[in-house]
């Protein structure tokens, strides 16, 4: 990038201004190092803006054709990374224009007939981040298949499911997986609602009051895929709610992130030992050989700090601003350009542990029955069969797990007599539901854990993405 602090004035504005800016100030001011990002949505929006002056009779067809040959050779140029951006232009909306006057001359200047940079970088940011909506469905659709794929392996695998990080009830593998489809399930409709709400276009909102021309904005609309005009041009120029329901999408679906990165890295411990995670996403030590790092579940369960910081530096820049459009809102784009950054890599990242990681059925099967796992359908079992009211049904148990506890054996290695020195109509029917398959077998109610109940989920969802 050129800093050619020209001595003279901005050739953009410099009808009023006797001298070049403070370097200082074009420092400040300049966006053009991440804005260039938005190259190809500011020429889209040229194009279409372009096109509309031409079928209104704003511009002629000759000049019109220019300005379009004249992007076509910008959109070339940047592509090949053969474009000459310059600080001095400030942003990549005046380092196109300037281009495209080197390109074909003064009638370059005609393309900013009815628009103003206010409404034009609105366009382009919006068209950026509804670009992203649809990779980040795109990804979620792909992360929410590879978890499918490892409910469907095993629907039936037993594992220890946990409250307050200690052993609960037993569950399913496949239970456990489907519970993070719901999560991402609800992430892609929350971006989806976004991208619905966010579908209107500013592109003729002009600076902030609309334009005297005769333009068409359901044209240039339709053009750039927007469904409709934003209908009141103050609101048009100085929303930026899109990005912040973007970014507020992106935390929640990076804290479910975080929270799976949470586990697979107790899992993957030896400790644990319930899952392998592949080394194509673990890495040695340099110094212990024995080492298996999570780190891919490690920086993707870090990634939300960044991603929720983005969504609260936006919303802090925004939540003072007079309308319209303030010099503030140039401070959008960067946390939006590295959470959007942010949350594709670690969606990649998760989306190949979940695809690739070996659950260890022997040892998840074992811990499934550690800490008296099955006790509850014990006190289920009293209710049923012997008609007791469950409180009196959980004192019982809450005796034979002691009674187990003090001798240092499971639940079903109780004997039937030791049962009934703590209730004596207790009957040997009581061993069937004291395994941890009775257990997640019993579990049929509508979202419970029974492997039956799994497979329907999983084919639920095999049919909706
Ligand atoms: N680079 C500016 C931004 O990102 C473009 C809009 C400038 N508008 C203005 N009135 N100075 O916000």
Same mark, same amino acid.
């Given at each position: 990038?050129?800093?050619?602090?020209?001595?003279?004035?901005?050739?953009?504005?410099?009808?009023?201004? @006797?001298?070049?800016?403070?370097?200082?100030?074009?420092?400040?001011?300049?966006?053009?190092?991440?804005?260039?990002?938005?190259?190809?949505?500011? %020429?889209?929006?040229?194009?279409?803006?372009?096109?509309?002056?031409?079928?209104?009779?704003?511009?002629?067809?000759?000049?019109?054709?220019?300005?379009?040959?004249?992007?076509?050779?910008?959109?070339?140029?940047?592509?090949?990374?053969?474009?000459?951006?310059?600080?001095?232009?400030?942003?990549?909306?005046?380092?196109?224009?300037?281009?495209?006057?080197?390109?074909?001359?003064?009638?370059?200047?005609? #393309?900013?007939?009815?628009?103003?940079?206010?409404?034009?970088? $609105?366009?382009?940011?919006?068209?950026?981040?509804?670009?992203?909506?649809?990779?980040?469905?795109?990804?979620?659709?792909?992360? %929410? +298949?590879?978890?499918?794929?490892?409910?469907?392996?095993?629907?039936?695998?037993?594992?220890?499911?946990?409250?307050?990080?200690?052993?609960?009830?037993?569950?399913?593998?496949?239970?456990?997986?489907? $519970?993070?489809?719901?999560?991402? $399930?609800?992430?892609?409709?929350?971006?989806?609602?976004?991208?619905?709400?966010?579908?209107?276009?500013?592109?003729? @909102?002009?600076?902030?009051?609309?334009?005297?021309?005769?333009?068409?904005?359901?044209?240039?609309? *339709?053009?750039?895929?927007?469904?409709?005009?934003? $209908?009141?041009?103050?609101?048009?120029?100085?929303?930026?709610? !899109?990005?912040?329901?973007?970014?507020?999408?992106?935390?929640?679906?990076?804290?479910? #992130?975080?929270?799976?990165?949470?586990?697979?890295?107790?899992?993957?411990?030896?400790?644990?030992?319930?899952?392998?995670?592949?080394?194509? !996403?673990?890495?040695?030590?340099?110094?212990?050989?024995?080492?298996?790092?999570?780190?891919? @579940?490690?920086?993707?369960?870090?990634?939300?700090?960044?991603?929720?910081?983005?969504?609260?530096?936006?919303?802090?820049?925004? *939540?003072? #601003?007079?309308?319209?459009?303030?010099?503030?809102?140039?401070?959008? *784009?960067?946390?939006? !350009?590295?959470?959007?950054?942010?949350?594709?890599?670690?969606?990649?990242?998760?989306?190949?542990?979940?695809?690739?990681?070996?659950?260890?059925?022997?040892?998840?099967?074992?811990?499934? +029955?550690?800490?008296?796992?099955?006790?509850?359908?014990?006190?289920?079992?009293?209710?049923?069969?012997?008609?007791?009211?469950?409180?009196?049904?959980?004192?019982?148990?809450?005796?034979?797990?002691?009674?187990?506890?003090?001798?240092?054996?499971?639940?079903?290695?109780?004997?039937?007599?030791?049962?009934?020195?703590?209730?004596?109509?207790?009957?040997?029917?009581?061993?069937?539901?004291?395994?941890?398959?009775?257990?997640?077998?019993?579990?049929?109610?509508?979202?419970?854990?029974?492997?039956?109940?799994?497979?329907?989920?999983?084919?639920?969802?095999?049919?909706?993405?």
């Amino acid at each position: 990038m050129t800093s050619d602090s020209t001595k003279t004035a901005n050739s953009m504005w410099g009808g009023r201004f @006797a001298m070049a800016p403070d370097a200082i100030m074009e420092e400040i001011n300049a966006s053009i190092g991440f804005d260039q990002r938005l190259a190809a949505q500011d %020429i889209r929006g040229s194009m279409a803006h372009a096109a509309m002056l031409g079928s209104a009779g704003i511009l002629t067809q000759p000049d019109v054709d220019a300005i379009s040959q004249g992007l076509d050779e910008i959109q070339a140029e940047i592509e090949a990374g053969t474009f000459p951006f310059s600080r001095a232009l400030e942003d990549i909306h005046m380092n196109i224009e300037a281009r495209l006057r080197e390109k074909i001359g003064d009638v370059a200047g005609r #393309l900013h007939t009815a628009r103003s940079r206010n409404d034009q970088v $609105a366009t382009d940011f919006k068209l950026w981040v509804r670009d992203r909506l649809d990779d980040v469905d795109t990804a979620l659709a792909g992360l %929410i +298949g590879a978890f499918l794929d490892q409910a469907e392996r095993g629907a039936d695998a037993v594992m220890p499911g946990f409250t307050h990080l200690q052993t609960a009830q037993p569950v399913t593998w496949g239970h456990h997986m489907m $519970a993070y489809v719901e999560m991402f $399930a609800r992430d892609r409709s929350r971006f989806a609602d976004a991208r619905v709400r966010m579908n209107e276009s500013p592109l003729g @909102a002009a600076a902030l009051a609309g334009t005297g021309f005769p333009i068409d904005r359901e044209m240039t609309a *339709k053009a750039l895929g927007f469904d409709r005009p934003a $209908a009141n041009s103050l609101d048009a120029v100085s929303d930026r709610d !899109f990005a912040i329901e973007f970014l507020s999408a992106a935390s929640i679906c990076a804290t479910h #992130l975080s929270r799976l990165s949470e586990e697979l890295v107790i899992w993957s411990s030896a400790q644990f030992n319930f899952v392998r995670l592949s080394d194509k !996403f673990t890495t040695g030590s340099s110094i212990m050989p024995q080492k298996r790092n999570p780190d891919a @579940a490690e920086l993707c369960r870090a990634k939300v700090g960044r991603i929720m910081g983005s969504m609260v530096s936006l919303l802090t820049v925004m *939540k003072g #601003l007079p309308l319209a459009y303030s010099k503030d809102m140039q401070e959008d *784009k960067e946390p939006v !350009f590295d959470a959007a950054d942010s949350l594709g890599l670690a969606l990649s990242a998760m989306t190949g542990m979940v695809r690739d990681m070996e659950p260890n059925r022997e040892r998840l099967h074992a811990a499934a +029955g550690h800490g008296f796992s099955t006790a509850t359908d014990l006190a289920d079992w009293l209710v049923r069969e012997l008609n007791m009211p469950f409180r009196d049904a959980h004192h019982v148990t809450g005796s034979l797990v002691k009674m187990a506890e003090d001798k240092g054996v499971a639940l079903e290695a109780l004997s039937l007599e030791d049962m009934r020195s703590v209730e004596p109509s207790i009957t040997a029917a009581v061993f069937d539901v004291l395994s941890v398959e009775s257990s997640t077998r019993s579990r049929t109610s509508y979202g419970g854990t029974a492997p039956e109940r799994v497979r329907e989920q999983a084919a639920r969802w095999r049919s909706e993405i």
